[in-house]
């Protein structure tokens, strides 16, 4: 079994930064992929970043040059630094991970609230 525990959520005025983090423990292979997903109320879950084990990255155009996402693979955490928040930011973020084809694990969200 595989757990996520995010952290780093809150309440943020626009033009505001946020970190968050997702630590990982169980059975963890070295390849994996890892992630951040949001959903906003009323909306479908959405990418907003992914990481490899290898470091190659993937944004939501959404979120390109004003989120940035790394990873430290000692202690299998991954990172999503917020910069320039917006109003539209504001959702549930979840951290994902996924390894050996189709095992996918979820945390269970930390909430952003960003006010104008």
């Known amino acids: 079994q595989v757990q996520l525990v995010e952290s780093g959520g809150g309440l943020v005025q626009a033009g505001g930064s946020l970190r968050l983090s997702c630590a990982a423990s169980g059975i963890i292979y070295s390849i994996n992929t890892m992630g951040w997903y949001r959903q906003a109320p009323g909306k479908q879950r959405e990418l907003v970043a992914e990481i490899t084990s290898g470091g190659n990255t993937n944004y939501a155009d959404s979120v390109k040059g004003r989120f940035a996402i790394s990873r430290d693979n000692a202690k299998i955490t991954v990172y999503l630094r917020m910069n320039s928040l917006k109003p539209e930011d504001t959702a549930v973020y979840y951290c994902?991970?996924?390894?050996?084809?189709?095992?996918?694990?979820w945390g269970r969200g930390t909430q952003v609230t960003v006010s104008s």
């Open positions: 994902k991970l996924s390894q050996r084809g189709a095992n996918h694990y």
